[in-house]
């Protein structure tokens, strides 16, 4: 106990009968438990709109004024993805000058496999990609993301993907909507890989993803993002397929993440809690200054203790390995 805290503990025996409060109050803050510092599992570095560029000491600092201990950050390749390609190469950078902050991932478009039939080019099938994901995997990669083309998710050439990234050990992070990895409602495509590949975690984020909350989702609900408020009507295909998929993953990050929840907060919160093992925090901060509401979202809830633990960190030090608690 320091000085201070004593004198102001012997201060307030002495003054307890004019201020009895005091002392309740002192032993709240001794029961208040250390705010849980966030990982961070969806963040961009570049300029993903022009001349507003996120660096990664922008980065850092954004961390430091939120309590986010780290942040995965995923570059963005395939042509659907972002106006001008963020190359595997800025993150592996990034995790150079911040090595205990970053955690670089990687991607590849799997286009980089021909189609079947076709003759091989430059990458020769899964053993071709299995080759490029040793190489990033030793330079530092925990993970293979973002994963954004304009394949459908369970089409052929993704396959190969996801077979060299189940052989090597590489979680995948997708962004799901109608036109980047498309799939129906009820994300019968999501399925298919989810039972080829039993062990290989996937992450999934984006407004078709999240729209699949909610039991009566439509493909155009798959494009844009709900009003707040708006009800969930139980029966999604999320939760059908988290219950039955355990190497199913939510990111919360960017708008689909944070209005899944907010458009009906009841739902939502017993959503997080039953799904507590298969939910990640992630902003997709991807310029300065950009407002993050999952923030203020997420503690509103009010939360069990070990539910916040695992969403905030604990999921993502599981799935990617890290060293820490
Ligand atoms: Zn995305």
Redesign the pocket.
């Known amino acids: 106990m320091s000085v201070t805290r004593r004198s102001f503990l012997l201060s307030a025996a002495a003054g307890a009968a004019a201020w009895p409060d005091v002392s309740r109050l002192a032993s709240a803050a001794d029961a208040a438990p250390a705010k849980i510092k966030y990982i961070d599992i969806?963040t961009h570095l570049g300029a993903f709109y022009f001349g507003q560029e996120l660096t990664a000491e922008l980065l850092v600092k954004f961390m430091d004024e939120h309590d986010v201990e780290k942040s995965c950050v995923l570059p963005l390749v395939s042509p659907e993805?972002a106006p001008v390609a963020q190359p595997v190469t800025n993150a592996l950078a990034a995790f150079k000058a911040f090595p205990d902050r970053i955690i670089p991932f990687c991607v590849v478009d799997p286009r980089a496999v021909t189609a079947p039939g076709q003759r091989t080019g430059h990458v020769a099938g899964v053993k071709g990609i299995v080759d490029i994901l040793k190489r990033y995997q030793d330079a530092g990669c925990r993970g293979l993301g973002?994963h954004?083309t304009g394949l459908f998710f369970d089409a052929p050439q993704q396959m190969f993907l996801y077979e060299a990234c189940d052989t090597v050990g590489l979680p995948i992070l997708?962004?799901l909507?109608d036109i980047?990895n498309p799939d129906s409602p009820g994300l019968p495509r999501l399925e298919n890989v989810l039972k080829a590949f039993p062990k290989l975690p996937l992450i999934g984020?984006?407004a078709g993803f999240w729209a699949s909350i909610c039991g009566d989702a439509t493909i155009e609900d798959f494009g844009r993002y709900p009003p707040v408020p708006k009800p969930v009507l139980s029966g999604g295909a999320l939760d059908r397929l988290m219950a039955k998929y355990p190497n199913l993953y939510g990111d919360l990050?960017?708008p689909?993440g944070e209005k899944a929840i907010a458009r009906d907060p009841k739902f939502g919160r017993e959503f997080i809690i039953r799904n507590a093992n298969q939910l990640l925090f992630g902003t997709?901060v991807l310029m300065p200054g950009q407002k993050i509401p999952q923030f203020d979202l997420l503690a509103s809830l009010n939360l069990p203790a070990e539910v916040q633990y695992k969403i905030y960190r604990g999921n993502a030090i599981k799935l990617l390995k890290l060293n820490g608690k």
Do not use: I
């Open positions: 969806h993805s973002e954004k997708f962004h909507d980047r984020h984006a990050s960017e689909g997709d």
